[in-house]
């Protein structure tokens, strides 16, 4: 065989709407199954380093692992599920035509919760590997709620970049020292850099929940799935806090992308009702793979018409025990493998069963990007 290379599924013509994500033409289906034959015919797929940028066969049933990272073009939205420990940071560039201030694809960096204080350098020394180095401007920082795997990080991420939006639900933890120090710095980091902090997200960013914006460009529609500055449903506090979560569907070529924070399932049933044709093809997976989220009903609902060669899960956990609980849950495990493929299912504790806790972080970072054609390609990225 001659020089591998990049392996992507083509994306099929555009013939679904874009309130219906992922739903495909039975016969382009059929040629991507042919296509996966007949890759599994001639690669290697025995060695775990096979440098496979797109979603194709996979070795041993595992996610892909890429050398080098995938390409960034200025078409193409790329999503960083950043490998921070126990904990959420995601990190999405938009698509840019490279000309400032028109109004259409912006190039906006956004930045999705930061993990622990602890290991906040893990992300710093991500974002510039990436091409992101301390002093860049993050047009958004999104804290999903009021936990410290979420925003512990937050200050020093405002230390070492101009942030110029900030997004948070609006519930004030004010019990917690450090939740309040944040909040102190992030009005800080808004008067310098003359930005807005929407808080609470709802209110100020849209009216209600379900509302589509176009905040993070006009090529991304995105809806506000759940967000709430009041304690929620949940048996006790902890659970309530985290239904105050900011979650979000952003579509962009008619794929999309559910970043469901920590929400859990009390909240779903309102999600699948409101929102009837949602559907997704990526999903980061609720409250770092509890079985407190990701109801049996919500995949049904979010995964229904979407061509398998199209769902994608990722879960950002680390190795901490929780009492007798390791996340991700098995349980939840074994159900996102009924409805995505094992080799189209990654998670940032990829392999970390052996290290101790709080060792695990900064070697399974999840990259993903979607192309302007509406193919998707997903892998393990150092």
């Given at each position: ?11 099929p ?9 992922g739903?495909?033409?039975?016969l ?7 296509l ?6 001639c ?6 380093e ?14 892909i692992r ?15 599920f950043?490998d ?16 400032d ?10 930045l999705?919760?930061t ?13 510039t ?11 958004y ?9 979420h ?8 230390d ?6 900030i ?21 800080e ?10 808080r ?22 995105t ?19 985290n ?9 962009y070529?008619f ?7 920590d ?31 990701t ?24 190795t901490?025990l ?32 052996e ?13 993903a990007?979607?192309?302007e ?10």
């Amino acid at each position: 065989m001659g020089a591998m290379k990049a392996v992507t599924i083509p994306s099929p013509d555009p013939l679904f709407q874009p309130s219906s994500p992922g739903r495909i033409d039975p016969l382009p289906a059929i040629l991507t199954g042919l296509l996966s034959l007949l890759l599994a015919s001639c690669l290697n797929l025995e060695d775990p380093e096979i440098q496979l940028t797109g979603s194709g066969q996979a070795p041993e049933g595992e996610g892909i692992r890429c050398l080098s990272g995938l390409t960034k073009e200025d078409g193409t939205l790329r999503i960083h599920f950043i490998d921070i420990g126990q904990g959420d940071s995601i990190w999405i560039e938009t698509p840019t035509d490279n000309i400032d201030g028109n109004g259409e694809r912006e190039g906006y960096h956004i930045l999705i919760d930061t993990g622990e204080a602890d290991n906040a350098q893990i992300l710093v020394d991500y974002l510039t590997r990436y091409g992101f180095p301390p002093g860049s401007l993050i047009d958004y920082l999104v804290i999903t709620h009021a936990h410290a795997d979420h925003y512990g990080g937050a200050t020093v991420i405002m230390d070492n970049y101009l942030v110029h939006n900030i997004l948070d639900p609006g519930f004030d933890d004010s019990s917690a020292w450090y939740y309040t120090s944040y909040l102190q710095r992030a009005a800080e980091e808004i008067a310098e850099t003359g930005g807005v902090l929407y808080r609470p997200l709802v209110g100020t960013l849209v009216g209600d929940l379900f509302e589509t914006t176009s905040i993070f460009g006009s090529e991304i529609e995105t809806v506000v799935l759940n967000s709430d500055e009041q304690l929620q449903a949940g048996e006790d506090r902890y659970d309530q806090i985290n239904n105050t979560s900011i979650a979000l569907a952003l579509t962009y070529q008619f794929r999309t992308i559910l970043l469901m924070a920590d929400v859990q399932t009390e909240m779903e049933p309102d999600i699948i009702n409101a929102m009837p044709d949602l559907r997704a093809n990526i999903l980061k997976v609720g409250h770092h793979g509890s079985t407190t989220s990701t109801s049996t009903a919500f995949l049904d609902h979010i995964f229904a018409d979407v061509d398998q060669s199209l769902r994608f899960a990722v879960v950002q956990s680390g190795t901490r025990l929780f009492g007798s609980t390791n996340l991700p849950s098995s349980t939840i495990v074994s159900r996102l493998l009924q409805y995505v493929s094992a080799n189209h299912y990654y998670t940032t504790n990829h392999e970390d069963d052996e290290t101790a806790p709080f060792d695990g972080a900064g070697d399974d970072h999840v990259q993903a990007v979607i192309n302007e054609d509406g193919s998707i390609q997903i892998c393990y990225a150092p």
